[in-house]
């Protein structure tokens, strides 16, 4: 399994200029940021010799899609509370290839969405490195204009413990690519009922395969 690191457009620094920035320049900022991060994954996954694309065709790669930025898919400030859901804390998460990797609930991050109340279970993969909670999920999306097995957010603490949960970096398995790859599949507890049209997607001739 690898993890995308570096998904880091969130801490990006407010600016303390002499005069007042504007929501909208703010928002021009913030979207900027998440493109050039986009950028950089699409020359990474041109040519890292790790990238998950195929040899033959990385030479070809035309660049990830994705939905448009949307900020209002950003919940700054959140805590990851205590896990009170009835699965057990420690289990075994099912990858791809069928294995079983050993993980624990590390909580469960609550927000709203279209004013409606939702959550999401963190987990830990056992034997990682870091902070990172490793949040996957699946949305109405899912299955169709997305893969059908989730997207994921990797999610690092702030220094004063709360995270963010941006899903303008929701981030499709490698295992989308290529078959070499162990993912974790997203537990049926992290089912979103709401489209989540942020982050990538799958190239429209992909979409509903």
Not at 156 to 177: I, K, M, R, W
Not at 180 to 208: K, M, Q, V, W, Y
Request: hydrophobic share 30%.
């Amino acid at each position: 399994m690898t993890h995308d690191h570096g998904h880091d457009v969130h801490d990006h620094d407010h600016d303390h200029h002499e005069h007042e920035h504007h929501h909208d320049e703010e928002e021009l900022d913030y979207a900027a940021q998440v493109e050039a991060f986009r950028a950089d994954k699409d020359e990474a996954f041109r040519h890292s010799p790790g990238s998950p694309i195929p040899h033959d065709v990385r030479h070809d790669f035309p660049g990830l899609p994705y939905f448009p930025v949307d900020e209002t898919l950003r919940f700054d400030d959140l805590r990851l509370e205590p896990y009170a859901g009835d699965q057990p804390t420690s289990f075994q998460i099912p990858t791809s290839d069928n294995q079983l990797k050993p993980a624990h609930r590390a909580g469960t991050f609550h927000f709203k969405l279209g004013g409606e109340a939702r959550h999401l279970t963190g987990y830990v993969i056992d034997g990682g490195h870091g902070d990172s909670v490793f949040v996957p999920f699946l949305d109405a999306t899912s299955g169709h204009e997305t893969y059908g097995a989730g997207r994921y957010l990797d999610l690092e603490p702030e220094e004063d413990g709360t995270y963010a949960l941006d899903f303008n970096l929701a981030y499709h398995p490698s295992c989308v690519y290529s078959p070499f790859f162990s993912c974790p599949i997203t537990p049926a507890e992290n089912r979103l009922p709401d489209r989540i049209e942020a982050g990538e997607r799958l190239a429209a001739d992909d979409a509903g395969h």
